[in-house]
């Protein structure tokens, strides 16, 4: 399994570069693959659409099963709301030999480009319901708002389905001021690549759709001029 990172070429990790040299199939989601093609040459290749994971991970266990050496790739890391973990609920302890290539989450992609907004506590929460009771999801985001962690949000919102991000500003409007730093990062190190720093009162001014990450920051974040910044809490002396 291994973790193309947000799509740029440059942020493709040495080791997950040879491993999808060194593989005879392929197989992913067709806009991972668009990402990696310059790879795959002379390369069997399977894609699926949307929903279709177990699809995909069937195909590559029987693929690995006829003794070929398979690639599973997925954006960000394999073990991050990827791959990994549903290719190794299907696989029988032993079965076959597998590896696990990390690759640049979106979570640190998205705060590179807003500073340093992740230097303290976090928690990542999808808030697709597709796989989580939407009951879940709001458990945590009162959780993480409560206990004054900064939230990278993944899955915040698409043409079909917007409610659950207005509704979890208005949760962590319950616990943070609504001056708190957002960070709204869209296609982090691809084309058409956007950052927004905003208020959690305006966030949803903004466009914020399947291919954004935002950052909320915690009660100790602030922005400084571009960035947002999480104190870790080093006593930095006065000048």
């Known amino acids: 399994m291994v973790g193309i990172g947000p799509g740029d070429a440059s942020l493709l990790t040495p080791q997950a570069r040879e491993a999808l ?28 659409g949307m929903k279709k994971e177990i699809d995909r991970a069937q195909k590559a266990i029987d693929l690995a ?45 998205a705060a590179s480009l807003l500073g340093a907004p992740l230097m303290h ?11 989580t009771p939407w009951e879940v999801i709001e458990k945590r985001l009162k959780a993480a708002g409560e206990g004054d962690f900064i939230l990278v949000i993944y899955n915040p919102a698409s043409k079909k389905r917007r409610w659950q991000v207005e509704r979890a500003r208005e949760i962590l409007l319950s616990y943070r001021e609504k001056q708190t730093p957002v960070g709204i990062v869209r296609n ?5 690549q956007e950052i927004v720093i905003c208020e959690l009162e305006t966030m949803l001014d903004y466009t914020i759709d399947m291919f954004t990450t935002l950052i ?18 080093y006593k930095i002396p006065v000048k």
């Open 188 to 192: 982090s190190f691809r084309d058409n």
């Open 65 to 109: 099963r006829e003794g070929k050496r398979v690639a599973v790739v997925s954006g960000g890391d394999p073990g991050v709301y990827g791959m990994a973990g549903l290719i190794l609920e299907i696989l029988e302890p032993h079965e076959l030999t597998v590896e696990v290539v990390p690759g640049i989450t979106a979570a640190s992609a």
């Open 21 to 48: 040299q060194e593989a005879e199939v392929v197989v992913g989601y067709g806009l991972y693959l668009s990402q990696v093609e310059f790879l795959l040459e002379g390369k069997e290749t399977f894609t699926s």
């Open 121 to 131: 506590d976090f928690s990542v929460i999808s808030l697709s319901d597709l796989l």
């Open 216 to 233: 909320i920051g915690s009660s100790q974040t602030y922005r400084r001029g571009d960035y947002m910044i999480t104190p870790r809490g």
